[in-house]
């Protein structure tokens, strides 16, 4: 059996809008939105009365995909993680951008947090991580230089 390809990342956020502009800002676009109920996600989550609003965005020059949703029912029992980044199964999304500070100061007005420090490695590239919706890691990446 083989893999053909990646279809999507899937993140669980509390603000579906905001989501959406957040990765919008970013330079993805928005391919569509719907809203899942009834069998077909009840069983796929094994959770039931499942009730969720969905948005797929996209990378503009690639099939990379990010299944953005909100569940409406159940409603989640804990909040979003805030862990470390070094906490095992904490995501991170690497994005690479024009400039690294011009793309943090225009997700800022979205919530953005740099995580640490934006850093230069050997003349390569510069590297920064912030929080995105729900908290999740979004890596920064600037290319210095082709290879």
């Given at each position: 059996?083989?893999?053909?390809?990646?279809d999507?990342?899937?993140v669980?956020?509390?603000?579906?809008?905001?989501?959406?502009?957040?990765?919008?800002?970013l330079?993805?676009e928005l391919?569509g939105e719907?809203?899942?109920?009834?069998e077909?996600p009840?069983?796929l989550?094994g959770?039931?009365?499942v009730?969720a609003?969905i948005?797929?965005?996209?990378?503009?020059d690639g099939?990379?995909?990010?299944?953005?949703s909100?569940?409406?029912h159940p409603?989640?029992t804990s909040?979003a993680p805030?862990a470390p980044v070094n906490?095992?199964?904490i995501p991170r999304l690497?994005?690479v951008v024009?400039g690294?500070?011009?793309?943090?100061?225009?997700?800022?007005?979205?919530g953005a947090e740099?995580?640490?420090?934006?850093?230069e490695?050997?003349?390569i590239y510069?590297?920064?991580?912030?929080?995105?919706?729900a908290g999740?890691m979004?890596?920064?990446?600037?290319?210095?230089?082709?290879?």
């Open positions: 059996m083989t893999v053909h390809r990646m999507h990342v899937g669980v956020v509390e603000d579906l809008p905001a989501a959406i502009a957040f990765f919008v800002e330079g993805l391919e719907t809203t899942v109920e009834g077909f009840d069983r989550l959770m039931e009365g009730r609003d948005a797929m965005v996209r990378v503009p099939p990379g995909r990010i299944e953005l909100v569940f409406k409603v989640a909040p805030r906490v095992p199964g690497t994005f024009d690294v500070d011009e793309t943090l100061e225009r997700l800022r007005s979205h740099l995580v640490g420090e934006v850093t490695y050997e003349d510069r590297y920064g991580y912030v929080r995105g919706p999740v979004i890596g920064l990446v600037e290319e210095l230089r082709t290879r």
